[in-house]
């Protein structure tokens, strides 16, 4: 009796895991590589910077402060339109929800405007306008001071402007950025004229 060899049996499972097991990890590697590649270009190419306000012009409507003697007393009326710009330097739109500015004197507040919500496209400008009307009631604990940069002949005032939003990268990676503006603006007293403005601009992402 002739003992017949049994041919072995393909081993067909086992080409097929490991075909299964190399597409899976080319799968994760080209993840992976996308991944990578999408932070390089977030914190690169699609970095969000600084949004800057821009303070355009400053227009005063009233009538210029003065002081009354013998009995002391000083009339103001002023409010202050202010035209500015918002530029957005990234490569995705700003979306902004509603801002504020603020209006001082010697530290304290006496004046206040709110900002609408809008949306500046990438790498454009988007006009923001005011109007601070100035409330003479807020000026009681600086009276004296008030009465002395008006006699010297010009008024300094402060504006802070702070406008919360975010920046969108590829429409799904949202920044959030708070955009911020501290302005000085001196006014005239003789002549009721803006003298001089000047405005630092801070962002924090």
Not at 27 to 41: E, G, H, K, S
Not at 172 to 179: E, L, P, T, W
Request: proline share 5%.
């Amino acid at each position: 009796m002739t003992d017949t060899a049994t041919p072995p049996k393909p081993k067909v499972k086992s080409k097929a895991k490991r075909r299964c097991l190399c597409a899976c990890l080319g799968c994760c590697i080209v993840i992976l590589l996308l991944v990578i590649v999408l932070v390089i270009l977030t914190f690169t190419l699609f970095r969000v910077r600084d949004p800057s306000i821009t303070l355009t012009s400053t227009r005063l409507a009233g009538v210029s402060p003065r002081v009354s003697f013998p009995a002391v007393s000083i009339q103001l009326n002023i409010t202050l339109d202010i035209i500015a710009s918002v530029y957005n330097p990234n490569r995705a739109s700003f979306t902004h929800d509603s801002g504020q500015t603020n209006l001082t004197y010697r530290g304290t507040q006496v004046g206040q405007a709110i900002i609408e919500p809008g949306r500046i496209p990438n790498h454009g400008s988007g006009p923001i306008r005011l109007s601070l009307t100035v409330d003479a009631a807020k000026f009681a604990d600086n009276l004296a001071t008030l009465i002395g940069d008006v006699i010297n002949g010009s008024i300094t005032f402060e504006t802070y402007t702070r406008i919360p939003g975010r920046v969108a990268i590829l429409g799904f990676i949202k920044h959030h950025a708070v955009a911020r503006s501290t302005c000085s603006i001196v006014i005239g007293v003789t002549d009721f004229k803006v003298k001089s403005q000047e405005c630092d601009n801070e962002t924090s992402l």
